[in-house]
């Protein structure tokens, strides 16, 4: 089983960039999947996560109307649209598999990918 989570990269303030979290060995329409970030010095947040069954999306207040998650069973993936980035999104981004949403909100899932760093500076 594993979740590669890849697309980060070095981008400007104010610029965008998308996410992708592909699954090998599980099914991801099977799970709710999360997306999380780890800034430097800080502790691993939740940014988003959306359900399996009818793809509900759920967002942290810091990147409600920025980051958009969706998925894409038939390629077995799921995706983190982010927009008006800024220098505090800076973070390692993580994508995990779990079958309840409130476990992803806390933090905690069965099944974690390793993380792709974004860097947000001029």
């Known amino acids: 089983v594993q979740l590669q989570a890849s697309g980060g990269g070095l981008v400007q303030p104010g610029g965008s960039l998308r996410l992708s979290c592909a699954a090998s060995?599980?099914?991801?329409?099977?799970?709710?999947v999360g997306w999380f970030r780890q800034a430097p010095g800080k502790e691993r947040e939740w940014v988003s996560c959306?359900?399996?069954?009818?793809?509900?999306?759920y967002y942290a207040d810091s990147v409600k109307g920025r980051f958009t998650i969706s998925r894409d069973n038939a390629r077995n993936t799921v995706y983190l649209q982010m927009n008006s980035l800024g220098p505090e999104d800076t973070a390692v981004y993580y994508c995990?598999?779990?079958?309840?949403?409130?476990?992803?909100?806390?933090?905690?899932?069965?099944?974690w990918g390793q993380g792709t760093l974004v860097t947000v500076s001029s």
């Open positions: 995990a598999a779990d079958f309840e949403i409130p476990r992803l909100v806390r933090v905690s899932a069965d099944h």
């Open positions: 060995g599980l099914t991801l329409d099977y799970y709710e």
């Open positions: 959306i359900s399996s069954s009818d793809s509900n999306t």
